[in-house]
């Protein structure tokens, strides 16, 4: 089994800062990108800020099976392994300009997803987590459904085992 960086992978250079968050909320809703119900929890949250100046996030994309988990693997397991492989969290205010600066995503899967499984398409963003309480979200992922695009919060708590082809997108050191 090949694991990163031995694996394919996608990687994008994103840019981040220099707007409020009041101004990165506007951006979103200028593109038309849709949020559900804890994604809007998570731009809420005091710990979701917004840096003043203007930067580059290397980011690379992987599954669960490209870090080493081909029976898939738990969030604590997945960002132990990237940190060992040198990857990084993402800041938690990465997910809006990953979102913005991936605007040509691939439709997801239409179908019914199943319950408490990233759905098919759908790329969850590897970031810090500022609440360990279970029912608080812990990230953001980006889904395009029916030509809407996502930026959707996600609930997991430290036992749910992601799938290894799930997709996730970590920070380059």
């Known amino acids: 089994m090949r694991i990163y960086p031995d694996c394919p992978f996608i990687t994008r250079t994103i840019e981040m800062g220099g707007l409020t968050k009041t101004e990165l909320i506007q951006e979103l809703q200028q593109h038309a990108i849709s949020l559900n119900e804890y994604g809007e929890r998570l731009l809420a949250v005091s710990e979701f800020t917004t840096s003043e100046t203007s930067y580059s996030l290397h980011t690379v994309e992987l599954t669960v099976r490209d870090l080493g988990f081909p029976e898939g693997a738990t969030l604590p397991e997945l960002y132990s392994q990237a940190k060992e492989l040198g990857l990084d969290l993402c800041p938690l205010d990465a997910g809006p300009y990953i979102r913005l600066g991936y ?14 499984e990233a759905p098919v398409g759908s790329i969850t963003i590897a970031s810090e987590i500022v609440h360990q309480d279970d029912d608080f979200p812990k990230g953001f992922y980006l889904r395009k459904i029916d030509g809407v695009l996502w930026l959707r919060g996600y609930i997991a708590d430290d036992l749910h085992v992601w799938n290894p082809d799930d997709h996730f997108i970590f920070c380059q050191k």
């Open 103 to 116: 605007l040509d995503q691939a439709e997801g899967n239409l179908g019914n997803p199943s319950l408490h």
